[in-house]
């Protein structure tokens, strides 16, 4: 075993995944999920790994990491399969990953594992847990994807959900320009829709954002009206799967007119100002699939919201926001806290945290503080 205080670990993959899934050849052939791991003492593991998990981020790197191994766990960074692309991403294959991961270190000998689901690895998390306890889910909701009543799903012992949103469907949802009604026409907007004409706001009148929000459902709905009528061709023609654009795709009333869900952000959006950011090609869902929309984007379809989810958890919940948050508002916090049906659930706001603690050592210190305190207090609640 390393002596080393931080090492990379190489996490057996369950099954082989496919060409439609993962680009990279080599990454296909290793058949490996890359973790890092920071020790809480060189010399020896500790009873309880912490493991950072996003659907498809690299939390190799995760900010908070080396502070977690200072308060005395074993940090896990991990990676699933579809690491910094989730164009293709099934969640239902992301939950395979991260029980594979959970496997790894119950089979190291740690006795306590806590999922840390950090921003959209908390509805990950959720999932995760959600099957692990009772898993239902027998393919993707586009058909495929793994049947996760026959995996092998290792329950956690603990959930953190740390500035996370409900999940991937509501996200996009909430940030889904309206203004666009043909997909191929990003610049044909109908102003009376349009969160960027200034005659609209901000502030923004109750009722036009009544008629905002109803429209950007209907145009998510829309576009899985369309994928699913994609499948039945899929299917005549032998293709696993077509990849599409999403525009407009950062159109948030909240990331402008600060007197919605209100709280100590700044205007501006965690890709840079709200306009460019609404086309710029690396922001949320730009690019996905047909499967892919309907298990990560689909308000209908999707099984990965978190407020769904969490009901059927047993497992402690710990919800943890930040009050200066561009992305995950308050609101999202409370949905996911009002979610959980039984009493063993916290809810801790990080004062001035934005969405990333990276650069805040105060409010980072903050958390970690909360999180541990809430791990000690559980040190005895473990499935072993």
Do not use: K
């Not at 509805?123 to 909701?141: F, G, K």
């Not at 909240?254 to 890709?271: A, E």
Request: glycine share 10%; net charge negative.
């Amino acid at each position: 075993m390393s002596r080393s205080r931080t090492e990379l670990l190489a996490v057996p993959m369950a099954g082989v995944p496919s060409a439609n899934e993962i680009y990279s050849g080599v990454a296909r052939i290793s058949g490996t999920l890359w973790c890092t791991r920071h020790r809480a003492r060189p010399d020896r593991l500790a009873a309880t790994a912490v493991v950072a998990l996003h659907p498809s981020s690299n939390f190799m790197g995760h900010y908070a990491l080396g502070a977690i191994a200072s308060a005395g766990y074993d940090a896990i960074g991990m990676t699933t399969r579809y690491l910094g692309n989730d164009t293709a991403l099934l969640l239902e294959n992301c939950v395979v990953d991260v029980g594979s991961v959970v496997r790894f270190l119950r089979e190291e000998g740690y006795a306590q594992v806590v999922l840390f689901g950090n921003s959209g690895g908390g509805a990950l998390a959720a999932l995760y847990q959600n099957q692990a306890e009772r898993p239902t889910l027998t393919s993707s909701p586009g058909g495929g994807g793994p049947d996760l009543t026959r995996a092998d799903l290792p329950p956690a012992d603990l959930l953190v959900l740390a500035m996370a949103h409900p999940g991937r469907s509501q996200l996009i949802t909430e940030t889904l320009d309206p203004s666009i009604a043909d997909e191929a026409a990003p610049f044909a907007r109908d102003p009376d829709l349009d969160m960027y004409d200034a005659a609209n706001g901000p502030p923004y009148d109750a009722g036009w954002l009544r008629t905002y929000r109803s429209a950007q459902r209907a145009r998510n709905d829309a576009i899985t009206a369309w994928a699913e009528g994609m499948l039945g061709q899929l299917t005549e023609r032998g293709i696993a799967d077509l990849p599409f654009v999403v525009h407009g795709v950062a159109a948030d009333p909240r990331y402008v007119d600060l007197s919605l869900d209100p709280n100590d952000r700044q205007p501006g959006t965690l890709w840079g100002e709200p306009w460019n950011a609404n086309f710029q090609p690396a922001t949320l869902g730009h690019f996905t699939t047909v499967r892919a929309w309907l298990s990560q984007w689909s308000r209908s379809r999707s099984r990965g919201h978190g407020p769904d989810l969490l009901p059927g958890v047993a497992a402690p919940v710990h919800v943890v926001y930040g009050t200066a948050d561009q992305s995950c508002f308050p609101s999202h916090a409370r949905e996911l806290y009002d979610s959980v049906t039984h009493d063993d659930r916290a809810l801790t706001a990080v004062v001035g945290g934005r969405h990333y603690l990276h650069g805040q050592p105060d409010q980072l210190a903050t958390m970690i503080d909360a999180v541990a305190t809430w791990i000690d207090a559980h040190a005895d609640h473990v499935r072993g």
